[in-house]
């Protein structure tokens, strides 16, 4: 049984706080605008970003339950999962992945599936319909059923995107590491628990904005509920530009991939496709509107590293 002392930070060294640099972009300076980039990528090389800030109290929490197997949630190409595969490996967790699309059980693994796969995940493939009612009782102890009749006390669950009020907690500690650094934060959104958690984390005159990168509108109420879940009620000043999602999610574009290869090409930094570039595109279209006053810093918060494996322009 994984200890919960073995969770700590001394375990997996992780790189925290995570380094924060400036960079020259002429996009940002002509307006008068500083940036830097929050390098969360960095925090671990298998669990990097806003991963490692929502997992790690989840992961003490389950040891501390006495829980020995995890439990969650993704779609096909998620980061989440691999993440999620990765601590299992490391920290001595059994892990079961429930995919989103039955149809991907009769087709070879993607790179991406195939890591969880060859990390120990056991992956679950259900239908879309069932998916969207993954919160439910009932398709819990459906997939567990399907582990054996024991698995029910030995799993703690994880939800989708690893954002529940634990995870959100976790993330306010990237919000109180950029405290008197920037005037606005950035960063991309998925379930919207990093945002929910920065905003919070983040000193007095200092606001959040959030690039969804899926599409449909609702991450506002989201966030609110897993506010309210963490600390009790509206945490921090936040906002959403839901403008940048090229589609929605594991959707991207060639004018996004130019961006992003350009983005690299001037500041060395690989550019995940699918959160980072978005929310970097959405950020730099802000700057160029004349969003920002001059003598405005800007943080963007890098939350993951590109995969391979990546879907592009689809």
């Known amino acids: 049984m994984t200890s919960p002392d073995a969770l700590g930070p001394a375990a997996l060294r992780p790189w925290l706080p995570s380094p924060l640099r400036p960079v020259e972009d002429e996009r940002f300076a002509r307006h008068g605008v500083r940036l830097l980039l929050k390098r969360d990528d960095l925090i671990h090389p298998e669990l990097p970003g806003n991963k490692w800030r929502k997992l790690a109290p989840n992961l003490r929490a389950a040891a501390t339950a006495g829980k020995d197997t995890l439990l969650t949630f993704g779609g096909a190409y998620s980061n989440h999962l691999r993440a999620t595969a990765a601590a299992g490996r490391l920290l001595g967790f059994a892990t079961i992945g429930v995919v989103r ?11 991406s599936l195939a890591r969880c796969a060859a990390d ?5 493939f259900v239908d879309r319909s069932t998916y969207r009612r ?4 009932a398709v819990v102890s459906a997939v567990l059923a399907e582990a054996g009749p024991a698995a029910r006390d030995r ?7 690893g954002s529940n009020a634990l995870a959100v907690q976790g993330c306010a500690d990237l919000g109180r590491e950029l405290r008197g650094a920037a005037d606005v934060v950035a960063v991309a959104c998925g379930t919207g628990g990093t945002l929910a958690g920065l905003a919070a ?6 606001r959040a904005v959030g690039f969804p ?12 509920d897993l506010q309210r879940a963490a600390f009790g009620g509206p945490a921090g000043d936040w906002r959403l530009d839901d403008r940048f999602h090229f589609g929605g999610f594991a959707r991207t574009s060639a004018t996004l991939d130019a961006f992003a290869r350009e983005f690299e090409d001037r500041h060395g930094l690989p550019v995940e496709r699918l ?18 006053p001059s003598g405005t810093t800007v943080a963007a918060v ?6 391979p494996s990546e879907p592009s322009s689809r």
């Open 155 to 161: 799993v703690y669950v994880v939800p989708e995107g």
């Open 201 to 206: 984390g983040l000193g007095a005159g200092q």
């Open 120 to 124: 120990g995940m056991r992956l679950a």
């Open 213 to 224: 990168v899926l599409k449909g509108g609702f991450l506002g109420q989201e966030i609110r």
């Open 101 to 111: 699309g039955e149809e991907l059980a009769d087709r070879p693994l993607n790179p």
């Open 302 to 307: 890098i939350t993951g590293q590109p995969e």
């Open 275 to 292: 959160y980072v570039a978005k929310m970097l595109y959405g950020l730099t279209a802000l700057v160029t509107e004349g969003a920002f």
């Open 134 to 137: 993954k919160a439910e009782p």
